[in-house]
């Protein structure tokens, strides 16, 4: 059974940090990715990593702020986010595939690529 777990979401005020946990478990995956949705909204890409961490992809929105990194060993993944805004306020969810196939960057940051996800987590910026 595949399971993922996030942690780490929280309130903070606009410039600090939050580093997101993903644990992942139940198969061997190919990639995984975060993803943050507001309500109404849509599920929008954030960052994602090959398991081999060799490739990774972030939304222009958060170049130079977020990192995206793996532990292979604990089979987690993070989301190290630092000079936060208002504007990051979301539910950041963890995602994960198991497909092998690569047809462009794509594979990395559209959520129709990733099979299972996290229950997600909070994420609210104060001004």
């Known amino acids: 059974q595949v399971q993922l777990v996030e942690s780490g979401g929280g309130l903070v005020q606009a410039g600090g940090s939050l580093k997101l946990s993903c644990a992942a478990s139940g198969r061997t995956f190919s990639r995984l990715g975060w993803f943050r949705q507001d309500p109404g909204k849509e599920r929008d890409f954030v960052a994602a990593?090959?398991?081999?961490?060799?490739?990774?992809y972030y939304a222009d929105s958060v170049k130079g702020r977020f990192t995206i990194s793996r532990d292979s060993g604990k089979n987690t993944v993070y989301l190290q986010m630092n000079s936060l805004k208002p504007e990051d306020t979301a539910v950041y969810y963890c995602a994960a595939s198991g497909k092998t196939h690569y047809t462009g960057s794509s594979t990395f940051t559209s959520r129709y690529e990733y099979e299972y996800w996290g229950q997600g987590t909070q994420v609210t910026v104060s001004s």
């Open positions: 990593i090959h398991w081999t961490g060799a490739l990774t």
